[in-house]
């Protein structure tokens, strides 16, 4: 089954863009899996938010939490690195890829619900409190539960394909055998101290080596926002994901040296 849903995945993101016409590519993406079961979750409620829900909040009888990264291509990321705006390509690639996630997720709902199973198909982004800005349902850690990668100092998952992308995450009563999580920091600076080039990446310095200011953060999506106001709802910057050392792939290295 894993295998099964893996290969759709992927199937359905090399195919999207002469489907659909969509100026965004995507590299090969990763697919994880998370026990509905899993402990992690019910600490969400105190970690993100009391309201936070669980896999069986969602869906009766929840087995897995299959949970996708796909990563944008190393073009895009270097054109959005420069100036201090999103760049104008980093805007149609956030909606378009918007639209394909929520394509991809009915898309595997439907294949698992032919075989018998029920899901619980979950919207890519925009499910979020205004106030708070935190959601019901977080795919970023979902994705940390999966195994799918580890946060760095960016608060992104940095997965084997770097932090560069989306993630998206359905909730299914499939049962799938869990990925193990990774065990090392994936990132430079939560490894050794090192790095730090995407809190100096950020144009208003909200991401520091010691904090992180979401609602500044927020503040300046909000600025893209208005300025791609004419290519759909870009709620963007991605500086501190672009071109980076975890924009592509996992930059701390796996053995700590002697
Ligand atoms: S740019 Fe460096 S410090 Fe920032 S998340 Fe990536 S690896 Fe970590
Ligand atoms: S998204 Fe932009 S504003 Fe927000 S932390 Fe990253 S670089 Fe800074």
Redesign the pocket.
């Known amino acids: 089954m894993e295998k099964f849903v893996r290969s759709a995945v992927t199937r359905f993101i090399n195919e999207y863009p002469d489907r659909f016409g969509t100026a965004t590519r995507w590299r090969e993406p990763l697919v994880a899996f998370a026990d509905a079961a899993d402990p992690l979750f019910p600490e969400l409620k105190s970690i993100v938010i009391p309201s936070h829900a669980a896999p069986g909040d969602l869906l009766a009888g929840a087995r897995t939490v299959i949970c996708w990264f796909v990563p944008f291509t190393r073009e895009l990321g270097r054109l959005n690195y420069d100036g201090s705006y999103a760049h104008e390509s980093w805007a149609v690639a956030y909606v378009e890829t918007n639209r394909m996630l929520a394509e991809l997720c009915r898309r595997i709902a439907a294949m698992l619900e032919a075989q018998g199973e029920r899901c619980a198909v979950l919207p890519p982004t925009h499910n979020y409190y205004p106030k708070k800005l935190v959601s019901d349902w977080s795919h970023k850690s979902a994705a940390y539960i999966a195994g799918l990668g580890r946060f760095g100092l960016?608060r992104q998952m940095i997965t084997e394909q770097g932090c560069c992308g989306r993630l998206g995450s359905l909730v299914t009563t499939a049962a799938m055998e869990p990925t193990p999580r990774p065990q090392h920091e994936h990132c430079l600076y939560l490894h050794d101290g090192s790095c730090a080039k995407c809190a100096q990446?950020?144009?208003?310095q909200?991401?520091t080596k010691q904090d992180?200011d979401r609602r500044a953060?927020h503040l300046?999506?909000r600025e893209n926002e208005r300025i791609f106001e004419y290519i759909g709802l870009a709620d963007v910057?991605?500086?501190?994901v672009a071109n980076l050392p975890c924009s592509y792939r996992i930059p701390a290295p796996s053995i700590m040296p002697l």
Do not use: D, S
């Open positions: 960016n990446r950020c144009p208003i909200c991401l992180y953060c300046r999506l910057c991605g500086k501190c």
